[in-house]
């Protein structure tokens, strides 16, 4: 019997914070907090500040009928900048790709810990699900880099007046949402390269290639003997049997002088 679950407790682990690296992705992607725009005309946003999403922007006001007014950016709309647009499409492949990894770590981490056929596919179970961890935290990296650049660049998105923005802010800032998709991505990344890197080996007990020795398998009880190509090693493990079945409690006397 090939034992393996003590080779499998750090992809366990890996699995789990896999989970949580999932759950992250889909919080980053829902923040509305991606970037911080401060404007200077506060008739409007009286915060004066609004958060600009890849979903949607708003803001706090006393103007308009609603106190948070927020309006959805579709990615068909032709002011949508790239960033945003490339955001959209590589975080819901990102929530993909981390839900797959997930479902494929479970399935690999079973086999390790319960399944006892098809064990020669084990390692490439591990294999594909640190390739979806690794691809997630990419498809992550790539938008939440990109719109880190734009805030350092101070780039400009022309809202429709629907919006009630300006083109361009007086100042911009990284959002919440940004640091929230950084730390998932670096818990794929580190749960890809635990599955990448998973590696067991079949042992051998070297008491069993040894003769004249008595050995015994992992259940507690002796190797039974399948062959019996030699005679002098089937005596030995008739002595090996008889050594552990005997018991002097239950030896009859004439056992004793």
Request: glycine fraction near 6%; proline fraction near 5%.
């Given at each position: 019997?090939?034992y393996l679950?003590?080779?499998a407790?750090l992809?366990?682990l890996?699995l789990?914070?896999?989970c949580v ?6 919080i980053?992607?829902?923040l509305?907090?991606w970037?911080?725009w401060y404007v200077?005309d506060?008739s409007?946003?009286?915060s004066g500040?609004a958060w600009v999403?890849i979903?949607r ?5 006393h103007a308009?009928?609603t ?10 709309e032709?002011f ?9 499409v ?7 790709c ?5 479902i ?12 006892m056929d098809r064990?020669y ?8 699900a640190?390739a979806?961890?690794?691809?997630a ?7 939440l880099?990109?719109?880190i650049h ?5 780039s ?11 083109p361009?802010?007086k ?9 929230v998709g950084i ?7 580190f ?7 998973y590696?067991?080996?079949k042992r051998?007990?070297?008491a069993g290639?040894e ?8 259940l507690?009880g002796?190797?039974?003997?399948t ?5 002098p ?6 002595a ?5 079945s ?6 009859t006397?004439e056992d004793y002088?």
């Amino acid at each position: 019997m090939l034992y393996l679950a003590h080779t499998a407790h750090l992809q366990f682990l890996a699995l789990l914070l896999g989970c949580v690296a999932w759950i992250l992705t889909m919080i980053a992607a829902g923040l509305n907090e991606w970037r911080l725009w401060y404007v200077a005309d506060n008739s409007t946003v009286t915060s004066g500040v609004a958060w600009v999403g890849i979903w949607r922007a708003c803001f706090y006001s006393h103007a308009l009928s609603t106190f948070e007014f927020c309006r959805n950016i579709d990615i068909s709309e032709g002011f949508v900048p790239m960033e945003i647009s490339v955001g959209q499409v590589l975080l819901a492949v990102a929530w993909i790709c981390g839900l797959s990894g997930n479902i494929c770590a479970c399935f690999a981490v079973r086999m390790a810990y319960f399944s006892m056929d098809r064990r020669y596919r084990i390692r490439l179970v591990f294999s594909a699900a640190g390739a979806l961890y690794v691809l997630a935290a990419v498809c992550s990296l790539v938008p939440l880099c990109w719109n880190i650049h734009s805030v350092l660049t101070n780039s400009t998105i022309h809202f429709p007046p629907e919006f009630h923005l300006p083109p361009a802010p007086k100042e911009q800032r990284v959002g919440s949402a940004v640091f929230v998709g950084i730390g998932a991505s670096v818990l794929n990344v580190f749960c890809g390269l635990t599955f990448l890197c998973y590696r067991y080996t079949k042992r051998q007990s070297r008491a069993g290639k040894e003769p004249g020795r008595c050995t015994r398998d992992s259940l507690g009880g002796p190797w039974t003997l399948t062959t019996l190509s030699q005679k002098p090693a089937l005596q030995n493990q008739s002595a090996c049997v008889h050594q552990e079945s005997d018991n002097p409690v239950f030896s009859t006397e004439e056992d004793y002088p």
